[in-house]
Structure formats: structure tokens, C-alpha cells
């Protein structure tokens, strides 16, 4: 899957999904989605959220980023980049080399942190 095409949101729920932290909306809600979270009411319209903030919230981001291990590499001022890096490596048993199984650039380190994090999800 092409995770760059995707928008935060669809990301946000991606990663919510693999984590088994997706809040179903219940049946007979109604929901719509209002600035990257998901909002849905009852039938006396009363309203419950379910923020799913991965993209851009290093505090739902840092334990996926940890867990993972995940690196976030900043962008390189000398060739005028404003992309992160963010990569997940594997390191050979005798430590000679190390191997970057999964990769993604994104101006939103976070962003490119969840697209690895999803990456590492397809290849398992």
C-alpha cells in the first residue's frame, strides 16, 4: 500500500487499527470526521470523540515510535531538505551492518514515523 497518498486521518485510523484502539462508532450513530478525530452522537445528540492523533501528536506517537524502534532522522540542512527520515533498522547478529528493511520521508516527522510503523505491519 502507498501510505503517502493517504491523508492523516486514514493513517491516524490505520495505526489506531493495528494497535486495537479504534473505537467503533456504535450503531445508530451518527459520526463525521472535524479536524483528524472522529465525532459521532447519540440519539439525544449527545457527543463522544475518539482522537486519533499519530500524525501529529507526539504524545500518542513517542510509545509507537519507542516500541518499534523507530528512528527519526532530522532533515539535512546542507542540501536544503525540509524532509525527516524516519527508519526502521535491522542490525546484523555480529553488528557489521546495519540494514534499513523499512523507509519513508515525510515533512511531518510523526507522519513518517506511522508510515514505517504501517510498513513494518505489511512485511510481517
Known sequence: ??????????????????????????????????????????DNRNLFSCHLEYCTNPADAWTV?????ITILAPEKYQGSSLW????????????AMV???????INPLRAAMEVFLMMGDAA
Do not use: T, W
Open 65 to 69: 515510535i519507542i516500541d518499534n524502534k
Open 1 to 42: 500500500m502507498n501510505y503517502h497518498e493517504l491523508s492523516d486521518f486514514e493513517i491516524n485510523k490505520l495505526v489506531a487499527e493495528k494497535l486495537g484502539k479504534l473505537v467503533a462508532v456504535p450503531q445508530g450513530f451518527e459520526s463525521k470526521v472535524i479536524g483528524g478525530a472522529l465525532h459521532y452522537y447519540d
Open 85 to 96: 527520515d524516519a527508519r526502521c533498522a535491522v542490525v546484523e547478529e555480529d553488528y557489521s
Open 100 to 106: 534499513y528493511d523499512h523507509a519513508s520521508r515525510n
